[in-house]
């Protein structure tokens, strides 16, 4: 089974020139994570004279250098360089999910054009890091995934329309459960099944330290703080609202509230680049940027089928596969998840009694 990677490409014009920079920032951001030239190229595994080529190249495409030598600190990151970091940071976290359901769509079709391709499980999901995670393992577990990343009601929409064998979709726990259980009520059928996936936790994302002292909602409508949201439809968005109902803070009053992005990763992203100085999604991408975590509230991950989908031999090996404990061990690899639960079948009314 094929394994694809799309990934943007950088090109700089400046009059008739033409200058492709992959290489360039691919460098940039190995010198920021290791902390030497050094480092990056051993990531790389390059030459050290090679590398300063191609940074060399970099100087030639800006007109300015993106690293600095210093005695005894080796190469650093210029302003410049610095921002071409973060720029290529936050293109990765906005475009990864988009492009990963592409490369799940052209996996499918290599497949089929170069065998007799059966048992293609179609998963249309909510964007969660244990669903990106799930691409890699039933890649390894030779599951032929068909895998396209929407928001919850467009996926469970397409279940109810045949266009999916999988829906993805998540609820808060708690209080606010019921509330935000009424928009999907009208895809959600008694011949359905809930698989759960994970329980995962979310909240505030702040810079480390957390500088501007925040506490909680109610410090968003300060004059010093600029917030950036998740895109309205999103079930992220919708919590979020909840909670600021029930904290009775008025979202017209944060700065950056129509401020928003498309993945839980864009968000720590923006936060960690200094753009914005609060966000709001899960803790996953929260730790892998650096960020500090204000956790506010949990949620469960659901996966939602049709009941006879259940005993399918493609279901079965899913099942199996979620179930294992390698797998549930990797979710709860992920900050904030906790997989333990990953496997579990019930009904509608079983996840959700008060549905009725």
Avoid at 221 to 248: A, C, H, I, P, Y
Avoid at 274 to 303: C, H, I, N, Q, W
């Amino acid at each position: 089974m094929f394994k694809l990677s799309i990934k943007p490409q950088w090109q700089l014009a400046r009059g008739d020139e033409r200058h492709l920079l992959p290489r360039v920032v691919e460098l940039l951001v190995g010198i920021d994570e290791t902390g030497t030239l050094v480092g990056a190229c051993e990531r790389m595994n390059l030459s050290y004279r090679y590398a300063w080529g191609i940074l060399q190249e970099g100087h030639q495409a800006f007109g300015v250098p993106l690293v600095e030598s210093r005695r005894g600190r080796g190469a650093i990151l210029t302003p410049l360089g610095e921002k071409l970091v973060w720029a290529d940071r936050r293109i990765t976290a906005r475009l990864s999910p988009v492009l990963d359901s592409l490369a799940s769509e052209l996996e499918v079709e290599l497949e089929r054009a170069l065998s007799d391709a059966q048992g293609i499980l179609r998963l249309q999901a909510s964007h969660g890091f244990a669903v990106e995670l799930l691409r890699d393992w039933f890649a390894r577990q030779q599951i032929p995934l068909d895998l396209k990343y929407r928001s919850s009601i467009e996926a469970l929409t397409a279940l109810n329309a045949g266009g999916c064998d999988l829906a993805g979709f998540h609820v808060p726990l708690g209080e606010f459960q019921q509330q935000a259980l009424q928009p999907y009520r009208p895809w959600l059928q008694s011949n359905h099944r809930l698989i759960w996936l994970a329980t995962r936790r979310q909240g505030l994302m702040v810079a480390r330290g957390n500088p501007k002292r925040v506490r909680g909602l109610a410090d968003l409508t300060r004059d010093d703080l600029r917030f950036v949201n998740r895109q309205l439809g999103s079930g992220t968005r919708m919590l979020l609202d909840l909670l600021l109902g029930k904290e009775k803070v008025d979202a017209k009053r944060i700065e950056g509230y129509d401020t928003s992005e498309y993945t839980h990763a864009a968000v720590a992203a923006f936060v960690a680049s200094g753009m914005a100085d609060v966000g709001f999604g899960v803790e996953t991408p929260a730790k892998r940027f650096g960020l500090d975590f204000l956790p506010l509230s949990s949620e469960r991950y659901f996966f939602a089928c049709n009941a006879d989908f259940l005993n399918s031999s493609t279901m079965l090996r899913v099942l199996a596969s979620l179930r294992s404990a390698e797998l549930k061990a990797a979710i709860n690899g992920l900050a904030g998840y906790d997989g333990m639960q990953a496997g579990s079948v019930m009904t509608v009314t079983e996840a959700f009694p008060e549905r009725l």
